[in-house]
C-alpha cells in the first residue's frame, strides 16, 4: 500500500467532474468485483474494457494475463463475510478472493485492496447495485455493461469499472479532492 501513498503525493492532479475515459493517464488498472457475480475490468488511458467474472480460475488467470504486464495493478475489492452467509460460502468466497493475490504475484503486478464502503463513499454510492450501474453508465458510456445472453446490466461489470476508476483517482491524487467536492 505504500506505493500507492507514494504515487498519491507524487502524482497531484485536480479532480474533474468529465467522463472517466475523457483523461488520460498513463497507468493500467485491472479491477476486480470478486465473487461468481462479480466482473473484471481494465482501465488503460482512455481505453475501458470489462467482463462477468470467468466461471474457472484458469480463465480468470487467462483474461488477467491477455490484459496485463508486470508493473500494472490488480485492485481488488476487499472481501467480507456478509450476514447469515454460510460457512461454506464464506469460505469459498474468501478462497476465491485470495486466488486474486496469488495471481498477481505470479504476474509480476501490483496488488491493492479497497474497501467497498471505502470505494463507494468516494464515488458517491451507497449500497444500491442500481447506482453502481447508473454511475458506471455514466463515467464509461463507451462499456457495454450488459453481458452476451442477458438482458439487463450486470452490476459486477459496473462494480469492477467503479473499483478501478477509484483506483486511478487515488493514485492520481483526486479521490479526496472529488469526495470533498461531491459532498458541498
Not at 498519491?8 to 467522463?19: G, H, L, S
Not at 472481501?79 to 476465491?96: C, E, I, L, R, W
Not at 462499456?143 to 438482458?151: A, D, E, F, M, S
Request: glycine share 10%.
Amino acid at each position: 500500500m505504500n506505493w500507492l501513498i507514494n504515487a498519491v503525493r507524487e502524482k497531484r492532479e485536480a479532480a474533474t467532474t468529465r467522463p472517466a475515459m475523457e483523461r488520460t493517464t498513463s497507468m493500467k488498472i485491472i479491477s476486480v468485483d470478486p465473487g461468481q457475480r462479480g466482473g473484471i475490468a481494465l482501465l488503460d488511458g482512455n481505453r475501458a474494457e470489462a467482463w462477468p467474472m470467468p466461471g474457472t480460475v484458469a480463465q480468470i488467470v487467462a483474461l488477467i494475463r491477455s490484459v496485463s504486464e508486470p508493473g500494472d495493478t490488480l485492485a481488488v475489492e476487499r472481501a467480507q463475510p456478509m450476514p447469515k452467509q454460510g460457512v461454506t460460502s464464506v469460505f469459498t468466497y474468501g478462497q476465491h478472493f485470495g486466488g486474486f493475490e496469488a495471481i498477481a504475484a505470479c504476474l509480476g503486478l501490483r496488488y491493492v485492496t479497497v474497501r467497498p464502503a471505502e470505494w463507494k463513499k468516494v464515488m458517491g454510492l451507497n449500497s444500491d447495485k442500481t447506482s453502481s450501474i447508473v454511475e458506471a453508465e455514466r463515467l464509461f458510456p463507451g462499456v457495454n455493461l450488459i453481458p452476451v445472453g442477458c438482458r439487463k446490466p450486470h452490476d459486477g461489470i459496473a462494480e469492477a469499472l467503479l473499483v478501478g476508476e477509484y483506483s486511478r483517482r487515488l493514485v492520481l491524487g483526486s479521490a479526496k479532492n472529488f469526495m470533498e467536492r461531491k459532498e458541498v
